[in-house]
Structure formats: structure tokens, C-alpha cells
């Protein structure tokens, strides 16, 4: 089993920033990938235009709870969210979970089988 991360690229490349190394940090509002800190998980590129696109692996470390938009513009070199993003901070946010992604190696796309997927955040794979 391989966890498959999904990351939205429809606004911005943001897996060809982690493949290229310009972004080091996943960001979510939940802390819903922590149980695969630790782990080397695969990354697939989702897009409204195509279904989702594994691109490369990488290993997804614990998150780090950032709980003001002073220390969110801090780490912004990290996460590399642009101002007025959707994903950007807002009056609303109360907390952003940064997952520090390492080893990210690229690999041949494909398109993982639709039947395994367990939901929008992330799925398990089995190779076969």
C-alpha cells in the first residue's frame, strides 16, 4: 500500500514546485495527513481538467501548527501559498497545518484506478 497525496494545481503548479524544490511545505486546514508522517507517499497532480495525475514520490513529515498570520507570512518562503490564494490565510483561519515534504523524486505519470480512491485528500494504492 502507498498513500497517494492529492494536490490541487488548477490555480497554480504547485507539484512542479515540489518536484523542482521551490516549495517545501504541503498546507491543509485540517491535520489530516498525520498518519503518514514518516512515510514516503506518492503526489498526484488534480486538476478540474483531467482526473488525477501521480508525478513523483516524496516522504511527508509531521505537521506544524501555524496559528497567526504573522508566522504564516514567516514560513510563506515554505509553503509558497500567493497572497489572495484560496489557500492563502484569511480573517476566518485559526490554524494551517504545514506537512514539510523531503526526498521528492519525480516519476513516469500515471493515472492511478479510480476504484481505490477513498476520498479528495488522499487514497491508499496498491501496486500491482
Keep these: 500500500m502507498i498513500p497517494i497525496i492529492f494536490v ?5 503548479p504547485f507539484l512542479d514546485w515540489f518536484i523542482s524544490g521551490y516549495k517545501l511545505d ?3 486546514t485540517r ?14 497532480e488534480t486538476s478540474r481538467k483531467h482526473p488525477p495525475i501521480v508525478r513523483a514520490s516524496a516522504v511527508i513529515g509531521s505537521a506544524r501548527e501555524v496559528r497567526s498570520l504573522r ?11 500567493p497572497e489572495g490564494s484560496p489557500y492563502d490565510w484569511t480573517p476566518e ?10 526526498g521528492v523524486v519525480a516519476c513516469h505519470p500515471f493515472t492511478p484506478p ?3 480512491r477513498h476520498g479528495r485528500v488522499w487514497m491508499e494504492y496498491h501496486p500491482v
Excluded at 93 to 102: H, Q
Aim: charged fraction near 30%; glycine fraction near 2%; aromatic fraction near 6%.
Design 8 to 12: 490541487n494545481c488548477d490555480r497554480h
Design 26 to 28: 504541503e498546507t491543509r
Design 31 to 44: 491535520d489530516m495527513l498525520h498518519t503518514l508522517a514518516g512515510h514516503r507517499v506518492l503526489l498526484a
Design 71 to 81: 508566522e504564516w507570512n514567516i514560513l510563506r518562503s515554505r509553503h509558497r501559498i
Design 93 to 102: 483561519t485559526k490554524v494551517k497545518y504545514l506537512y514539510p515534504i523531503t
Design 114 to 116: 479510480e476504484d481505490v
